[in-house]
């Protein structure tokens, strides 16, 4: 069964850089997408950026060109690069892939 592990999360200030990682229990190759989510206190969880088995990408307004997901599949590992990070970019990140998630790493960005 597959199971995700978020790390990489902490408190960085504005135009600072923090890498997520995202590490799964078996392999990911033959997954279609794989998924960041965040949640900041009070709003609702929001999908931040995908990356496919083919390697397209897709990002939330709110990130583009700021944010890069990226895959390794030999370490079955899913990553998020997040530049200029921004007080609004507060929020618990999430990985998420064929309806599993992980449990979640705190990103505090202070202005």
């Known amino acids: 069964q597959l199971q995700l592990v978020e790390s990489g999360g902490g408190l960085v200030q504005a135009g600072g850089s923090l890498r997520l990682s995202c590490a799964a229990s078996?392999?990911?190759?033959?997954?279609?997408?794989m998924n960041w989510y965040r949640q900041a206190p009070g709003k609702q969880r929001e999908l931040v950026a995908t990356i496919t088995r083919g390697g397209s990408t897709i990002y939330a307004g709110s990130v583009k060109g700021r944010f890069t997901i990226s895959i390794d599949n030999a370490k079955n590992t899913v990553y998020l690069q997040m530049n200029s990070l921004k007080p609004e970019d507060t929020a618990v990140y999430y990985c998420n892939a064929n309806y599993v998630w992980g449990q979640g790493t705190l990103v505090t960005v202070s202005s």
């Open positions: 078996r392999s990911i190759f033959s997954i279609y997408a």
